[in-house]
T-cell receptor, first 112, second 114 residues
Framework: ETGVTQSPTHLIKTRGQQVTLRCSSQ?????VSWYQQALGQGPQFIFQ???????GRGNFPPRFSGLQFPNYSSELNVNALELDDSALYLC???????????FGPGTRLLVL | AQTVTQSQPEMSVQEAETVTLSCTYD???????LFWYKQPPSRQMILVIR??????QNATENRFSVNFQKAAKSFSLKISDSQLGDAAMYFC???????????FGTGTSLTVIP
């Protein structure tokens, strides 16, 4: 176990809806990243938060947004869901000056 | 742009034998980190091994070792004495020393044959 948890484990939404995915990091891990993993692919970086501010973003549109809270929890919000948003969403956390990030089990999102 | 390539979509190995998974990457940086992550069917990605680019010595973690060839931009993973529990997807990943983003390859699915 990595000490990183995510909820829910599975989620089904319809096109156009909005979704919020949650992640709880290890205590002391002030950096959290979110990844999208499409079926048969490697994880793709969405964005990273450090001390509650976004400090890095991959090639994802603004309808992907996030929040990080002081209690080491974070959220990924996706608005106006599209069919291609169907994927496994992973969060990963790491402590300051740590090179290794630790992953949660993921949330499987299906958009119909 | 950094890219990570895993050219073996699937590999298989007999239990107790040795297998090597390949990974190449493209970067103009001189200081970076390389990782191998394992993703079993339960989905949770687990760190297998990490290599700092400034270290010439290859990293080793028990049955897992790497062959890091910096000039060739190659980072292969060797699994010795393969066990049934080693069956999983293996992802190679790269991160710049000063960067935030991890770049992952497309993965290699490893099957261990009893």
């Amino acid at each position: 176990e990595t000490g990183v948890t995510q909820s829910p484990t599975h989620l089904i939404k319809t096109r156009g809806q909005q979704v919020t995915l949650r992640c709880s990091s290890q205590s002391g891990h002030n950096t959290v990243s979110w990844y999208q993993q499409a079926l048969g692919q490697g994880p793709q970086f969405i964005f990273q938060y450090y001390r509650e501010e976004e400090n890095g973003r991959g090639n994802f549109p603004p309808r992907f947004s996030g929040l990080q809270f002081p209690n080491y929890s974070s959220e990924l919000n996706v608005n106006a869901l599209e069919l291609d948003d169907s994927a496994l969403y992973l969060c990963a956390s790491r402590g300051q000056n740590q090179e290794t990030q630790y992953f949660g089990p993921g949330t499987r999102l299906l958009v119909l | 742009a950094q890219t990570v390539t895993q050219s073996q979509p699937e590999m298989s190995v007999q239990e107790a034998e040795t297998v090597t998974l390949s990974c190449t990457y493209d970067t103009s940086e001189s200081d970076y980190y390389l990782f191998w992550y394992k993703q079993p069917p339960s989905r949770q990605m687990i760190l297998v091994i990490r290599q700092e680019a400034y270290k010439q010595q290859n990293a080793t973690e028990n049955r897992f070792s790497v062959n890091f060839q910096k000039a060739a931009k190659s980072f292969s993973l060797k699994i010795s004495d393969s066990q049934l529990g080693d069956a999983a997807m293996y992802f190679c990943a790269y991160r710049r020393n000063t960067g935030n983003q991890f770049y992952f390859g497309t993965g290699t699915s490893l099957t261990v044959i009893p």
